[in-house]
Nanobody
Framework: QVQLVESGGGLVQAGGSPRLPCAAP????????MGWFRQAPGKEREFVAR????????RYAESVKGRFTISRDNAKNMVFLQMNSLKPEDTAVYYC????????????????????WGKGTLVTVSS
C-alpha cells in the first residue's frame, strides 16, 4: 500500500507559480511511475504530467506543456509539480498518482486503473 499526500494548494493569482509537493513514504517509492491529474469543477479528471521511476521519461498534457514541470526526489520519496504562468482555467483539485507500471501505459491517459491516489489539493486561480 502506498500513501500519497499532496500539499501546496490554495488561492493563487493568475500568473503565479506555486509548487505542489506529494509525499509518498515507503521504501518502494523509486519503483513507481508518479504523476499528476486534475479535476476542475464540473469536468472530468484529466492527465497533467507523469515521470518515470528514474526521471528518464516525462510527459505533459498539451494544456500545461511549457508551463508546468514535474520532478521527483527518490531519496526523499517526493514528487513535485512546479506550476508557472497559472491561468484561471488551471483551477482544479490536483491529485498525485502512483503506479508500478512504466510511463507508457494507457492508464496514464484517463487515470483509470492507476493503483494509488492521493486525496487531492485544491488550486484556485483568480483572475
Amino acid at each position: 500500500q502506498v500513501q500519497l499526500v499532496e500539499s501546496g494548494g490554495g488561492l493563487v493569482q493568475a500568473g503565479g507559480s506555486p509548487r505542489l509537493p506529494c509525499a509518498a513514504p515507503g521504501r518502494t517509492f523509486g519503483s513507481y511511475t508518479m504523476g499528476w491529474f486534475r479535476q476542475a469543477p464540473g469536468k472530468e479528471r484529466e492527465f497533467v504530467a507523469r515521470i518515470s521511476q528514474t526521471s528518464a521519461v516525462i510527459r505533459y498534457a498539451e494544456s500545461v506543456k511549457g508551463r508546468f514541470t514535474i520532478s521527483r526526489d527518490n531519496a526523499k520519496n517526493m514528487v513535485f509539480l512546479q506550476m508557472n504562468s497559472l491561468k484561471p482555467e488551471d483551477t482544479a483539485v490536483y491529485y498525485c498518482a502512483a503506479d508500478t507500471l512504466g510511463p507508457y501505459g494507457s492508464k496514464w491517459s484517463s487515470g483509470t486503473g492507476i493503483e494509488y491516489w492521493g486525496k487531492g489539493t485544491l488550486v484556485t486561480v483568480s483572475s
